[in-house]
């Protein structure tokens, strides 16, 4: 069983910025993409950024130019580097990774860690 456990959230002023980390351990496979998803109060989950482990990526409109996804894939680690940050990216933040193995995809997430940007 494949655990992800995410650090690095807190309070930050406007224009602040925060390094998210989320380090996976368990997992008998490699692990494809791996991200940030957030869920702000009273809304839907969504994403924030992907990577892929080649290093693709993918962002929402939103953050684009501000955040950064990385990963180093021999800690199966993956980071958020979050820059001019918003009262309006303040959410709880939810690290995920992914397996695939053959025709079967098994997505993961972590608990989450809360980002607070104060205006």
């Known amino acids: 069983q494949v655990q992800l456990v995410e650090s690095g959230g807190g309070l930050v002023q406007t224009g602040g910025s925060l390094r998210l980390s989320c380090a996976a351990s368990?997992?008998?496979?490699?692990?494809?993409?791996m991200g940030w998803y957030r869920q702000a109060p009273g809304k839907q989950r969504e994403l924030v950024a992907l990577?892929?482990?080649?290093?693709?990526?993918n962002y929402a409109v939103s953050v684009k130019g501000r955040f950064t996804i990385s990963r180093d894939n021999a800690k199966n680690t993956v980071y958020l580097e979050m820059t001019s940050l918003k009262p309006e990216d303040t959410a709880v933040y939810y690290c995920?990774?992914?397996?695939?193995?053959?025709?079967?995809?098994?997505?993961?997430w972590g608990q989450g860690t809360q980002v607070t940007v104060s205006s």
């Open positions: 368990g997992s008998s496979f490699s692990l494809n993409d």
């Open positions: 990577i892929s482990r080649g290093g693709s990526t």
């Open positions: 995920t990774a992914r397996t695939v193995v053959g025709a079967l995809t098994m997505s993961y």
